[in-house]
């Protein structure tokens, strides 16, 4: 059964969701949220909001929550890499692309990025065009911008 609770942050609210004792999703403002889902606040959920809001408060740097996001090989992959990347660092589209092994494949990670179903914990706010501007993001480009200010200053 899959779980949901909601968390006010300074960045609006966030609900996130745990299936099996894993954090499967996160969802911000008015996303539409699944009609699967019981609202519960779990121990994991308890802790993954705080986990979240400590991030938020420029406290923490990882996160060390058990994540399993649904996807294809190639998204997964993707995401694998993302999470690779350091706070405060940010790499390009291109450079992920390199580091899966598939150089021309930018286009594509981009998509991964956008269909990244735990943004903020898989952090693909820190995968920026190659000429450093920033592009696309699920939450908007002002909260990309604020995740990435953040990291800077922390």
Same mark, same amino acid.
């Given at each position: 059964?899959? *779980?949901?609770?909601?968390?006010?942050?300074?960045?609006?609210?966030?609900?996130?969701?745990? &299936?099996?004792? $894993? @954090?499967?999703?996160?969802? $911000?403002?008015?996303?539409?949220?699944?009609?699967?889902?019981?609202?519960?606040?779990?121990?994991?959920?308890?802790?993954?909001? &705080?986990?979240?809001?400590?991030?938020?408060?420029?406290?923490?740097?990882? $996160?060390?929550?058990?994540?399993?996001?649904?996807?294809?090989?190639?998204?997964?992959?993707?995401?694998?890499?993302?999470?690779? @990347?350091?706070?405060?660092?940010?790499?390009?589209?291109?450079?992920?692309?390199?580091?899966?092994?598939? *150089?021309?494949?930018?286009?594509?990670?981009?998509?991964?990025?956008?269909?990244?179903? @735990?943004?903020?914990?898989?952090?693909?706010?820190?995968?920026?065009?190659?000429?450093?501007?920033?592009?696309?993001?699920?939450?908007?480009?002002?909260?990309?911008?604020?995740?990435?200010?953040?990291?800077?200053?922390?």
């Amino acid at each position: 059964m899959k *779980k949901i609770c909601f968390y006010k942050t300074d960045i609006g609210r966030i609900g996130i969701i745990e &299936e099996g004792s $894993f @954090i499967t999703n996160l969802y $911000f403002q008015r996303e539409n949220i699944p009609q699967d889902v019981v609202v519960y606040e779990t121990e994991l959920l308890k802790e993954a909001g &705080e986990q979240l809001q400590s991030y938020l408060l420029g406290k923490r740097k990882n $996160f060390t929550l058990p994540l399993t996001p649904s996807g294809t090989d190639f998204l997964l992959c993707v995401w694998e890499s993302i999470c690779t @990347i350091p706070y405060g660092e940010t790499r390009s589209y291109k450079q992920i692309a390199q580091s899966i092994g598939n *150089k021309n494949a930018s286009r594509a990670i981009g998509l991964a990025c956008n269909h990244n179903p @735990i943004p903020i914990l898989i952090p693909c706010h820190r995968v920026i065009g190659t000429n450093g501007k920033l592009t696309g993001y699920r939450f908007g480009l002002q909260i990309k911008a604020h995740l990435l200010e953040l990291e800077k200053q922390h």
